[in-house]
């Protein structure tokens, strides 16, 4: 399984930026899969998930409406559109999905200047 996450970088508050991770190594069309961040010192987070059936999606209070996620079946691909940002926000950002055990993508850094 292989998660490899990307879009990461510095972007002023209020700017906007869109994060993606190509998966591989499962059946991605059978599996929900989200999003995670992560400030050094301090636990890792859920920002937002995405089911496979329905595509249902979960978002934390930090983040709903200003962030949506999505997903490509046919490439493969999770996505999260990020707008309105904030300095809060910075953080790595690392793809999730559960199988036999979590695995997780190497992380993408986002850094929001004030």
């Known amino acids: 399984v292989q998660l490899q996450a990307s879009g990461g970088g510095l972007v002023q508050s209020g700017g906007s930026l869109r994060l993606s991770c190509v998966a591989s190594?499962?059946?991605?069309?059978?599996?929900?899969i989200g999003w995670f961040r992560q400030v050094p010192g301090k636990e890792r987070e859920a920002v937002s998930c995405i089911e496979s059936y329905n595509n249902d999606t979960n978002y934390a209070d930090s983040v709903k409406g200003r962030f949506t996620i999505s997903r490509d079946n046919a490439r493969r691909t999770l996505y999260l559109q990020m707008s309105s940002l904030k300095p809060e926000d910075t953080a790595v950002y690392y793809c999730?999905?559960?199988?036999?055990?979590?695995?997780w993508g190497q992380g993408t850094l986002v850094t929001v200047s004030s």
């Open positions: 190594g499962f059946t991605f069309d059978n599996y929900a």
């Open positions: 999730n999905v559960e199988l036999q055990r979590n695995f």
